[in-house]
């Protein structure tokens, strides 16, 4: 099975392509799409729309793992990245493609086997589980890869949002 893991945001949305068999991980392809602050809005959720849209034509995923919105304390943060979340989905769904989403609590379980896990314990256990060399520059695309993990452990219990 392969699965594109995203954790969405509007600033930073990180991705990874990862290839489940026989209860093994290969890490096919990971990063960020980024977009800059000072490029209007609509053209940041465009570049996530057209950038999520090529992964999908390329690697064709059997199904799309994304990160539930978490509401922080900031609203503007918060309507932003609910923004590129929802450019994320309408691209999968444009696609076809099953679209799964997972809370971080949800992720965290998947990972590491606690929901309250801190960050460092879900980047160690991504590290191991995808026999990284290092845990990757950007806390986004770690994020994502742990969402593909959370799906590849979850998948018989997953209900997709088409």
Do not use: W
């Amino acid at each position: 099975m392969i699965i594109l893991g995203v954790d969405p945001g509007y600033a930073i949305t990180g991705y990874a392509i990862i290839e489940y068999v026989g209860n093994h991980f290969k890490l096919i392809n990971s990063g960020a799409i980024e977009t800059e602050a000072k490029v209007p809005m609509p053209q940041r959720l465009a570049k996530i729309y057209d950038d999520i849209t090529m992964l999908i034509h390329e690697y064709k995923p059997d199904a799309i793992a994304v990160e539930e919105l978490f509401y922080h304390s900031n609203a503007k943060t918060v309507i932003g990245v609910a923004q590129g979340r929802g450019n994320v989905l309408t691209a999968a769904a444009k696609t076809g493609t099953d679209i799964y989403e997972y809370t971080p609590l949800q992720v965290k379980q998947a990972v590491v086997g606690y929901g309250r896990a801190d960050k460092k314990q879900v980047q160690m256990m991504v590290k191991t589980l995808l026999n990284l060399e290092k845990i990757p520059k950007l806390d986004d695309t770690t994020d994502a890869m742990a969402i593909a993990i959370c799906h590849a452990h979850s998948n018989k219990f997953a209900q997709t949002i088409k």
